[in-house]
């Protein structure tokens, strides 16, 4: 009986903490560029000029796709009707930052300049630029 209440606690304990990392935004840790520290941290959200001013070049750059949405919209007043379409295109980068021997390589996807995805490649050469 003891055995079971402590695994049922370790289980509920183990889902909240994993719940609750899964809640923040994903980071690249990356030696400085602009001297203000020894590590800079590239987290989703960040802008793309951002990124490269913490982190330096990236090893490789694509455009890989974009993205297209629109919308249509009407307003109907008393004797007549109107309608619209809207619509807004977002460039799909990715950047390449081989993060040293044995290391992954990181891939950041940014959609319209903004970083949303931090993705890990092959294994890296290479000095250490990131983790």
Known sequence: MRFSVLHM??????????????????????????????TELACEGDSKFNVIRKCGKPDYEEESSQVTTGQFGSTRQKGSKEGGFSSSTERIDKLYFNCGQGRFIKILTFRGGALVAIEEGDRGSGEQKCW
């Not at 304990?13 to 203000?36: D, Q, R, V």
């Open 9 to 38: 606690m370790a289980c509920i304990l183990f889902c909240f903490l994993a719940w609750s990392l899964s809640a923040e935004a994903a980071c690249m840790s990356c030696i400085s560029k602009t001297g203000n520290s020894y």
